[in-house]
């Protein structure tokens, strides 16, 4: 795989999916920490080192799989999943895309068209206004596993094409 080439999930219903990274330079030396004090536990005859030991797995599998936050591009728009809310922004209404620096935050942002009111409840979207950023919203880029240039690119290819967004999947919140 490339340097540029983004990372993209697709499942075998046609899915394209950029999923958060896992920052694993904090996580890994936590969980290790933890599996050894559960050990010291253990070996002391404290039966809490069982729970101790079971924390760090329960917690990587629920983070991983459940709370991991991904952006969706689907049949109606761009789809932000962040548990326990998912946001769409449909294609229609998107004027634009491109790349920004707001804080130190690198943003994925989007214009929409004149006449939209800009989205509620989008940290990317209020970070890009306190930058005074020509954007009304966005997903912060720098969290998602993948190049920043390729998933713009993917995102721009696939607003430009009716025909490539009629492939994908119809949006399911």
């Known amino acids: ?5 983004p990372v ?11 999923r958060a990274r896992r920052p694993a330079a904090l996580v890994v030396p936590l969980a290790l920490v933890t599996e050894v004090a559960g050990v010291l536990f253990l070996l002391n005859g404290a039966t809490i080192g069982w729970f ?12 991983g799989l459940i709370l991991r936050p991904t ?13 326990p809310f998912s946001m769409l922004t449909r294609w229609e209404v998107i004027d634009g895309v491109g790349l ?7 943003v994925l942002g989007y214009r929409l068209i004149a006449g939209i009111p800009p989205p509620r409840r989008q940290p990317a979207a209020a970070l890009l ?7 009304d919203g966005g997903y912060f880029v720098d969290s998602l596993a993948g190049e920043p ?11 430009a094409s009716a025909e490539m967004r009629a492939s ?5 919140r």
């Open 100 to 106: 920004t620096r707001a804080g130190n935050r690198l």
């Open 8 to 18: 993209i999930t697709t499942s075998n219903h046609g899915r394209v999916v950029f």
């Open 168 to 172: 994908l999947p119809p949006a399911k």
């Open 71 to 83: 952006l969706e591009l689907t049949r109606e728009g761009l789809l932000q999943r962040q548990y």
């Open 129 to 135: 206004r306190a930058a005074q950023r020509p954007f």
């Open 52 to 63: 101790v030991c079971a924390a760090p797995a329960f917690a990587l599998v629920t983070t």
């Open 149 to 159: 240039d390729a998933i713009l690119a993917t995102v721009e290819a696939y607003r």
């Open 1 to 5: 795989m490339s340097k540029t080439a």
